[in-house]
């Protein structure tokens, strides 16, 4: 089993920032895919950013240019830091890691890798006015 943990949401202020932190273990494989979904008010979780084992990475065209997604250097933990922050992003935040190491025959923005995914159990985020 892998267990992957969310952690850093917080509650802030608008126009601040904030990053969230995902770690997972139970595992030695490296992912072919991670990424960072939230959840959405009366619609299915938003896919914000992701990144495959090569390092290419994927930000949603909502959040381009305020969110950023990133790594440490030995790839143990996934970062989303979430700048210029609204009301809006008040929700939480979900990490999932991928099944499979194998290379995947679509980008990990594309096809449905997540479905099969380990999911963490999620961290809140509070954004003020």
């Known amino acids: 089993q892998v267990y992957p943990v969310e952690s850093g949401g917080a509650s802030v202020e608008a126009g601040g920032s904030l990053i969230v932190s995902c770690a997972a273990s139970?595992?030695?494989?490296?992912?072919?895919?991670m990424g960072w979904f939230r959840e959405v008010p009366g619609q299915e979780r938003e896919m914000l950013a992701t990144?495959?084992?090569?390092?290419?990475?994927f930000i949603a065209e909502s959040v381009k240019g305020r969110f950023t997604l990133f790594q440490d250097n030995a790839k143990n933990r996934l970062f989303l830091q979430m700048n210029k922050m609204e009301p809006e992003d008040s929700t939480l935040y979900y990490c999932?890691?991928?099944?499979?190491?194998?290379?995947?025959?679509?980008?990990?923005?594309?096809?449905?890798?997540?479905?099969?995914?380990?999911w963490g159990r999620g961290t809140q985020v509070n954004v003020s006015s």
């Open positions: 990144v495959d084992s090569s390092g290419n990475t």
């Open positions: 999932v890691v991928d099944s499979v190491a194998k290379r995947r025959a679509y980008a990990c923005n594309k096809g449905t890798w997540y479905w099969d995914g380990y």
């Open positions: 139970g595992y030695t494989y490296t992912p072919y895919c």
